[in-house]
């Protein structure tokens, strides 16, 4: 009986992660192989495009084989189209063992529409938004085709937001549009040319990125799967904490947050860790719902961790505009103190329950040992990453264009050395999760059994860090190295093991590389609907300037108040996230909200980087993973535990407290994203946001050093927003600013020194209201080396003329060295207007004051307080 319901809860699991995923389609036979060979030739086609190759190529032979950006998108959504149409059926009542006559019909229609932009591309660029009679009839069905795919692979509500947001464009003039959001609607021909005929809706950024990044991102992380690296992770995670209080659920937090890195997909995640954790967890003490919601909470984490964020690094990339390596710097920190939070988190539920830790081989481990074990963890990815980057960084100078054959042959050498170790340990074997844990794997034969696994990573960090590639070039990399160690390592163990069988280890090899391109491709189908789904939703933002109008929604609604309406943000994200997976969410509610926040926070005063309103909406959107009632991941994780789903959510909700937090704080404190911090004091930083967010957790969680009485959880919570932003108590009793007279402009930033900041209130008339002269935006103005002050405020793009007792601004477009606050904020006033000029209103400098951080001494006073009151109530070990 047993077997029976172990048996039937895997077949469960495997369909919950198929019908997200991969498709729930089982076929056999002919069809089977074809569906295996589109997936192949996906991949290969995207390691193709990724690669040099098609350049060298058409040095070699003189052919045009050089796909452009468009023509990859096609092909790109075509495959989409094609393995959607037979891995996914199209209704709950369709045959999932065969493939229906209609599907069949769709795939090839799929085809058909996406190579009619190839085939045909010159004579549509030709037409410039006139569209005949066949580009109707084929952008109609690519649209159609687009919502049936989406409906298919990710379910209706996608599909119904896609569908609003169309009836929007063509109806949004009629009477029933409630008139506040209405606009003059758009032709048929216009649209339909406005959404598949150009870049601006489905083949727009999304799909782009998803092509040209996402899909490298997610074959790297299927190929290192299927190499046996997600195991060697585990087995890590587990030797390294297994024998903690509460071990088995510190190790699914490491290990998830370790898969995390190079997956996508937050149930996967969940399945892939879970099915082994959980159980542990329960045998330890762990309820069924708390087993659940540590691992729900730290595999929907795996998707705010660099590199991949669930392919939202990448969409970053192009809405921001700024590097992939600036999106990963901005988001590590928060990222890395998330799951330390919920690694204390699970500390305080086994102090809580008095629970032990499993049996640990050899002697047991002191205090201190366990201590610098946990530092070692923490510091596994920062110190490889600085090593690459300044050890790896020679070769650059000694090889200079021959460094690329040099870290080839070093990453050969220093891969046969590990084997060479590894091929002496006996192989890690995939443990069976029902099976009683007598004892934890030993640490360093464990450790060394996999370090070869790295390599790859090295190799994807010294791309991106040392030779500065292109993410998707990079990726390319690290999956040939990949490749190359998956096609070798089988062969090469055997050898330095002497127990021949190099063709069985060569076959082996090969069969885990089909197995992983396969893999990789059918992981993307999800992704790459969804992408082409969110493109008709932002083709409409940009056809119809619906951004505006939501945006001035939801500023009436929060009454201009930035507080309010980014709690109104950040329940839009959640409330579009419960059906929507979470690329596309960003990609909606950033489309929608991002700018108009960044808009209205300048209007209250207050600077925002865009990066930060788009992380912000990026973390509230990965919560409706966790949320019932709709969270998946927290479905798959009450599935293995056999635990009640919604109570689970609500579990893992509770856990994500911290997750919720976080975006708050990084838009009132930009350090926490590293931007204009040093390294010294990116370290400071990391310290104290670590220490704050412990205690956060420790608040909420409503136990430190003994269970919190009412005053000490408050207390708890007080000292964190105080290390968390020590300069709100400061700005109560001293103003941040100095205020200047408006037309004492120059002569302020004529005495400023080097490198100082104007922060400027601008007012004037706005594009969209010409006659209004209450528009209002903040800036701050960087001013550069000592000069005149005309010539650094000149520089800084900004034309400054006194006249009659008013500081007036001239339009700054004509200057090259406008900067991008200037070109987005400033572009929304009307230069022209001359009874109401676009002038200063306020002037500020930065005051002279004290330091914030004097606020620490009494909140770590406070914190002392509370730490010997609790110390009198336990008798147990706080850490």
Known sequence: MNNQNGTSKTVDLEDLVASTDTGNRVLVGVVAKLLAGLALAWSLFQLYYASNFPFILSDI????????????????????????????????????????????????????????????????????????????????????????????ALGLPLVIVALVFLTYVFFGHQAFIPEVIQWKGGSYGKAMWHFWMQTEGVFGVALSVSTSMVFMFVLFGSLLDKAGAGNYLIKVSFALLGHLRGGPAKAAVISSAMTGLISGSSIANVVTTGTFTIPLMKRVGFSGNKAGAVEVASSVNGQIMPPVMGAAAFLMVEYVGVTYLDVVRHAILPASISYIALLYIVHLEALKANMKGLTKPGLPRSMLETIIGLLTGFLAIAIPAAIIYYSLGWTKRIFG????????????????????????????????????????????????????????????????????????????????????????????????????????????????????????????????????????????????????VVGEFIEYLSGGNLMAMLVLVAIFSLVLGMGLPTTANYIVVSSLMADVLVKVAAQNGLVVPLIAVHLFIFYFGILADVTPPVGLASF????????NP????????????????????????????????????????????????????????????????LWE????????????????????????????????????????????????????????????????????????????????????????????????????????????????????FDFYDNDNPVHISEVYVKAHRLPKEVFYIPALLLLWLVIALQNRRTALLAF
């Open 61 to 152: 032979t003189g052919l045009q084989v050089v796909f452009n950006s468009d023509s990859a998108r096609a092909i790109h959504l075509a495959f989409a189209f094609v393995l959607t149409a037979l891995s996914y059926p199209l209704f709950k009542s369709s045959p999932r063992d065969r493939v229906p006559w209609y599907d069949w019909i769709l795939a090839v229609l799929g085809v058909m529409s996406c190579c009619y932009l190839i085939l045909f591309e010159n004579q549509i660029a030709t037409r410039a938004g006139l569209p005949n009679e066949v580009d109707l009839l084929i952008s109609t069905l690519g649209i159609a085709l687009v919502l049936i795919c989406t409906y298919r």
């Open 401 to 548: 264009e021959f460094s690329f054959y040099a870290v080839c042959i070093l990453f050969v050498v220093a891969y046969i050395l590990l084997l060479a170790i590894a091929a002496r340990l006996p192989e890690l074997e995939m443990d069976n999760p029902n099976a009683p844990v007598t004892s934890l794997p030993e640490i360093r034969p464990t450790i060394l059994s996999g370090l070869y696994f790295l390599l790859p990573i090295v190799v994807l960090v010294w791309s991106l860090m040392v030779e500065r590639l292109s993410p998707g070039l990079s990726a390319y990399w690290a999956s040939a190295a990949m490749l190359f160690i998956l096609i070798t390592q089988h062969p090469l163990k055997a050898m330095f093991r002497k127990s021949g069988g190099l063709s069985k280890g060569l076959t082996r090899g090969l069969s885990e590389i089909l197995e992983g391109l396969i893999a990789g491709a059918r992981n993307m189908i999800g992704i790459a609907v969804a992408t082409g789904a969110a493109g008709i939703i932002v083709g409409t933002i940009s056809l119809t300037g619906a951004h505006q």
């Open 636 to 643: 798959a994780a009450a599935a293995i535990s056999g635990s």
């Open 646 to 709: 919604i109570n689970t959510g609500f579990t893992a909700f509770y856990y994500s407290l911290r997750t919720v937090a976080l975006p708050f704080l990084f838009i009132f404190n930009t350090d926490l994203l590293l931007i204009d911090v040093s390294s010294l004091e990116a370290v400071f930083v990391f310290m104290i946001a670590t220490a704050a967010m412990l205690l956060f957790a420790a608040g909420t969680q409503g136990y430190f050093f003994a269970k919190n009485r």
């Open 713 to 828: 959880a408050l207390a708890l919570l007080l000292v964190a927003f105080t290390l968390f932003r020590p300069g709100f108590w400061l700005d109560l009793i001293e103003d941040p600013f100095e205020r200047i007279e408006p037309i004492r402009v120059v002569e302020t930033a004529h005495k400023l020194p080097k490198n100082s900041e104007l922060r400027l209130v601008i007012r004037g008339p706005s594009v969209d209201e010409s006659n209004s002269a209450g528009y209002t935006t903040t800036i701050v103005v960087p001013l550069g080396a000592c000069a005149d002050g005309l010539d650094r405020l000149r520089n800084a793009g900004i034309l400054v003329r006194v006249e009659n007792g008013i500081a007036k601004l001239d339009e700054p477009l004509q200057f090259v060295n406008s900067s991008n606050i200037l070109t987005q904020k400033l572009g929304d």
